[in-house]
């Protein structure tokens, strides 16, 4: 099993630009695809994008799709997700997730705020 941790969040204008990281520690990080998620203040927890364990497959929300990419440097255990474009509505914690075997599991990290100011 691997353990994550979130960092990278911050302040930023409307327009600009952040890349969360999510390190892995534990052992076999390559054998899981991996996942952003979000909570917006006072809303639900949602997905934002995926990466197989190859990181040749990904997907995106509709509402990220052409502004967020999603890689990953299994060599580093370490998962991304580079931000343009940022909006206000972009404002939230994120969290990185990991899945095995198609399943979504009960692995997150911490948490990383973003702030997008208009």
């Known amino acids: 099993q691997v353990q994550l941790v979130d960092s990278g969040g911050g302040e930023v204008e409307s327009g600009g630009s952040l890349r969360l990281s999510c390190e892995a520690s534990?052992?076999?990080?390559?054998?899981?695809?991996m996942g952003w998620f979000r909570q917006p203040p006072g809303k639900e927890r949602e997905f934002v994008a995926g990466i197989a364990w190859t990181g040749y497959m990904t997907k995106y929300a509709d509402s990220v799709r052409g502004r967020f990419t999603i890689s990953r440097d299994n060599a580093k255990k370490t998962v991304y997700l580079q931000m343009n474009d940022l909006k206000p509505e972009d404002t939230a914690v994120y969290y990185c997730?990991?899945?095995?075997?198609?399943?979504?599991?009960?692995?997150w990290g911490q948490g990383t705020q973003v702030l997008v100011s208009s």
């Open positions: 534990g052992r076999n990080f390559n054998t899981y695809a």
């Open positions: 997730r990991a899945s095995f075997n198609g399943n979504w599991l009960n692995i």
